[in-house]
C-alpha cells in the first residue's frame, strides 16, 4: 500500500537524521502522519521516531563505511579499547544506543580533520563526554582547553563534572524535535555518513549525548505511554477515588473507641459531618501563611539538576526559615489563648478542605499544562489519555513566576502542617487524658517526626535530586499527596495515641530511640552523599568513592552507602518508620498503617527507578547491580 502525495512511502528504507546530530541511519519508513507533518520510521536496532522530511534522505548518495575498516583506522577506538574505565569494567555484549551512537562517532566520522584531532590527542576514552572533550581539548578555545587540564589533574577516577551534564542537558534540548516512541536496548544500528555534510565536533558531542539521553526517559515514556492508555485509566479513576475515601476512611476510624478491622465499615456520618467552612478558612490562611514565607527574600537561592532545556531552575530553599517562623506563629497564638485542640476534633472537616483545595490545584495543574511548551513536560504523565495526566501531572516544573508549585506543595504546607497537627494532638491528648504532659509515647512520635521534617527542610537543597522533583510531573498524584495524604495519614499514630495511650517500658523505650538515630544516620548520610555527588563529582571528599562510568557522562557511586545496597537511603527511611510506629503499640492496625503504605511506596518506588536507571544507564546499570546485589535490606532484599 503506498501513501499519496508524501515524499517517502511506506516500506522505503531511506536515511534518517539522529536526534541532534548530522549522523544518518539506515531507517525504515513505517507511516506519514499527515497532520502533523511527521514520518514514523523505524531504526534497525528497533527504536522508533517521528522524524520532519526535512531529517530524511534518500539512500542513493550516501557513502557507507564499514565499521571494521573504520575501526582499524582510528586510533581514539584502538586506544579507547583498552584504556576506557568503561571498556574494562563492562563486560556485556549488549550495546545501548548511546553505545551505537559513540561507536558512530569514533567508527565512521572520520573526516580528515578529525581523525588527525584524535592523533593529537593523548588519551582518548569511550565514554562520548569524554571523548568529546578530548576532542575539545584540540579546539582553540583556551577556556575549555584549562578546564579539560583541570579535570584530567582531579584525575576524574571516572567522574564527570558539570560542564558534561550540560552537554547532556544540551543534547537533550534536540529531543523537542523528535518523538521516540520505542528502541529495543540491544541493537546493532549502522552508522553511515553523510557525504554533503561533514561532522562537526560539536554534533558528534550532540549525537553522542542525545543518544544517551533518548534511549531513556521517551523511551520509556513513550514505551509505558502505550501501555497506560490501555491499562492505567482504569487505574488513575481508581486511584482517584480510592485514594480520597481511604483517607477520610482512616479519620473516620481513628475517631473510634476501637479501631480495630472487625469495626469495618465505620457508620458512615451525614454529609454535612464532612464540611465546615471555617475549617476551610483556616487551611486556606495556613496555606497564605506558607506562601508568604516561602517568597519572602530569605535564605539561599538553590540551582536545581539541569532540565532537558539546559536550563537550571532556581529555588528558594528557605524551608527552615519556614517551619522556625511557624513556631514562632503558633506558640504565640497558643499563649494568646487559640486552642489547637480544634485541629483533633475537626479532624475530619480540615481533611475534607484540604482535598477539596488539592482537587482544584490540579484542575488548575491540568488545565495549565495544556498549554505548557513540551519541554515543559514530564515525560511521564505524558499519554494523552485526560484522567492518567491529570492523575499522574502534566507539567514538570509549573511556576507563577518564581514561584514553583511543586516545590511548595512538597516542602511546605502539608510537612510543616504535620508537625502542627502532630503538636495538636499532643495538647489534645493532655487535654482528654487530664495529663500535665503529653505521654513519652506521644513525645517520642512528635520528636522523631519532627527531627525528620526539620532535616528535611535544613537540607531542603538535597530534594532538587529526588525523583519527584527531577522526574515527575505535578499533578493530582503529588498534589493530593502533598496536602491531604501527609498530613492526615502521616499524623495518624499521634491522632491514635490521644484516646489509645500506651504504655512504654524504659529498655523499650531506649530500644526505639536507638532504632530511630541509627535509621536517620543511614538516611541522612546516604542522601546527602548521593546528593554531594550529583552535585558535584569531582568532590574531594568523595575521591574515596568508587564510581561506574555510564554512556551519559554520569556516573554510578559504587562503594560507600550506595555500595551496601541499591537504596541505603530507603533503609534508614524505614528503620524511622518502624520506629515512628512502635510506641503505638501492637493493639490495632492504624498507627502502622504508615509503615505497611511506606513498605509498599518504596519498593513500587524502588522498581520505578531500576527501570529508569536501566533504560538511562544501560550495561552500566547492570553492572551496578551486579556488584550491588541487594536493593534495601542487605541479604535480604
Ligand atoms: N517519607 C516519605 O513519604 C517519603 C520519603 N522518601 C525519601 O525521599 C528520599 C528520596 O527518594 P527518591 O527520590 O525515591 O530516590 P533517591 O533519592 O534514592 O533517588 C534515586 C536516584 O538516585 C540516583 N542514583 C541511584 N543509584 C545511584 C548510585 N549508585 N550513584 C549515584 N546516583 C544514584 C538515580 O538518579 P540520577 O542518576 O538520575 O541522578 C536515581 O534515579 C529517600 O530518602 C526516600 O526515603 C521518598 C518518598 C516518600
Ligand atoms: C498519594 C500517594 C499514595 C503517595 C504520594 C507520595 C507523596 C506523599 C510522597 C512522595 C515523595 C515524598 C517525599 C516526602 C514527603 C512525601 C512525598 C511527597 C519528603 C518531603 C518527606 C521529608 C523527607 O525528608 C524528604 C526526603 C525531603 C521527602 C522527599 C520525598
Not at 110 to 120: N, V
Not at 324 to 346: F, K
Not at 613 to 624: F, Q, V
Request: hydrophobic share 40%; proline share 5%; with cysteine.
Amino acid at each position: 500500500m503506498t501513501m499519496p502525495s508524501v515524499k517517502y512511502q511506506r516500506g522505503e528504507m531511506v536515511m534518517g537524521r539522529w536526534p541532534g546530530s548530522s549522523l544518518y541511519y539506515e531507517v525504515k519508513v513505517l507511516r506519514y502522519d499527515a497532520s502533523s507533518q511527521l514520518y514514523t520510521v523505524i531504526y534497525k536496532d528497533g527504536t522508533e521516531l517521528e522524524l520532519k522530511e526535512q531529517d530524511i534522505k534518500n539512500a542513493a548518495g550516501f557513502q557507507t563505511r564499514s565499521r571494521s575498516r573504520s575501526r582499524s583506522r582510528s586510533p581514539g577506538r584502538r586506544r579507547s579499547r583498552s584504556r576506557s574505565p568503561a571498556r574494562t569494567t563492562r563486560r556485556s555484549s549488549s550495546r545501548t544506543a548511546a553505545a551505537v551512537a559513540t561507536a558512530a562517532i569514533t567508527e565512521s566520522a572520520p573526516t580528515s580533520r578529525r581523525d588527525a584531532k584524535l592523533k593529537d590527542t593523548p588519551e582518548v576514552r569511550l565514554s562520548p563526554l569524554k571523548q568529546t572533550k578530548a576532542a575539545e581539548n584540540n579546539s582553540n578555545n583556551k577556556h575549555e582547553k584549562k578546564e579539560e587540564k583541570q579535570k584530567e589533574e582531579n584525575n576524574t577516577a571516572n567522574k564527570v563534572n558539570e560542564s558534561e551534564s550540560k552537554v547532556e542537558a544540551e543534547s537533550e534540548k534536540n529531543q523537542g524535535r523528535y518523538n521516540l516512541r520505542r528502541r529495543k536496548d540491544d541493537g546493532d544500528a549502522k552508522a553511515l555518513e553523510i557525504k554533503p555534510e561533514k561532522l562537526e565536533e560539536k554534533d558528534a558531542k550532540l549525537a553522542a549525548a542525545s543518544a544517551a539521553s533518548l534511549s531513556s526517559p521517551l523511551d520509556f515514556g513513550g514505551k509505558m505511554a502505550s501501555l497506560l492508555c490501555f491499562v492505567l485509566p482504569p487505574g488513575a479513576y481508581f486511584w482517584l477515588l480510592f485514594l480520597p475515601a481511604w483517607v477520610l476512611f482512616l479519620v473516620l476510624q481513628v475517631n473510634l473507641e476501637d479501631p480495630s478491622l472487625a469495626n469495618f465499615p465505620p457508620l458512615l456520618p451525614p454529609f454535612e459531618a464532612f464540611w465546615d467552612a471555617q475549617a476551610l478558612g483556616f487551611v486556606i490562611l495556613w496555606v497564605l501563611f506558607q506562601v508568604l514565607l516561602y517568597i519572602l527574600p530569605v535564605g539561599k537561592l538553590s540551582e536545581g539538576m539541569p532540565l532537558r532545556s539546559g536550563e537550571r531552575l532556581k529555588y528558594r530553599t528557605n524551608g527552615f526559615f519556614a517551619i522556625a517562623v511557624s513556631a514562632v506563629a503558633v506558640v504565640a497564638a497558643v499563649h494568646q489563648g487559640v486552642d489547637l485542640t480544634y485541629i483533633h476534633s475537626h479532624f475530619l472537616q480540615l481533611a475534607t478542605a484540604s482535598l477539596l483545595i488539592s482537587v482544584l490545584l490540579s484542575i488548575y495543574l491540568y488545565v495549565r499544562s495544556r498549554y505548557a511548551a513540551p519541554e515543559q513536560l514530564a515525560l511521564g504523565g505524558n499519554s494523552g489519555n485526560v484522567v492518567y495526566d491529570f492523575f499522574k501531572g502534566h507539567e514538570l516544573n509549573p511556576r507563577i513566576k518564581d514561584f514553583d508549585l511543586k516545590f511548595f506543595c512538597e516542602m511546605r504546607p502539608g510537612l510543616i502542617g504535620w508537625c502542627l497537627i502532630n503538636f495538636a494532638m499532643a495538647l489534645a491528648e493532655m487535654k482528654e487524658q487530664s495529663l500535665n504532659a503529653p505521654s513519652y509515647s506521644m513525645i517520642l512520635v512528635n520528636l522523631f517526626q519532627l527531627l525528620y521534617v526539620l532535616d528535611g527542610l535544613w537540607n531542603e537543597e538535597a530534594i532538587l535530586t529526588t525523583m519527584d522533583l527531577m522526574h515527575d510531573g505535578f499533578g493530582f498524584m503529588l498534589a493530593f499527596g502533598d496536602l491531604v495524604w501527609v498530613p492526615f495519614t502521616y499524623t495518624l499514630q499521634a491522632y491514635y495515641l490521644v484516646s489509645h495511650p500506651n504504655l512504654l517500658s524504659l529498655p523499650a523505650l531506649a530500644a526505639i530511640v536507638t532504632l530511630k538515630l541509627v535509621g536517620f544516620y543511614i538516611f541522612r548520610k546516604s542522601n546527602s552523599e548521593k546528593n554531594a555527588f550529583r552535585r558535584n563529582p569531582s568532590d574531594p571528599k568523595l575521591s574515596h568513592l568508587k564510581t561506574i562510568p555510564t554512556a551519559t557522562g554520569k556516573s554510578l557511586l559504587v562503594s560507600g552507602w550506595w555500595g551496601v545496597v541499591r537504596h541505603p537511603n530507603y533503609l534508614g527511611d524505614l528503620m524511622m518508620a518502624l520506629a515512628w510506629s512502635l510506641p503505638c503499640g501492637f493493639s490495632h492496625l492504624l498507627p502502622w498503617h504508615y509503615m505497611i503504605y511506606f513498605i509498599i511506596l518504596l519498593v513500587h518506588r524502588d522498581s520505578r527507578d531500576m527501570s529508569e536507571c536501566r533504560r538511562k544507564y544501560g550495561s552500566a546499570w547492570d553492572e551496578y547491580c551486579r556488584t550491588v546485589r541487594y536493593r534495601i535490606i542487605p541479604r535480604v532484599y
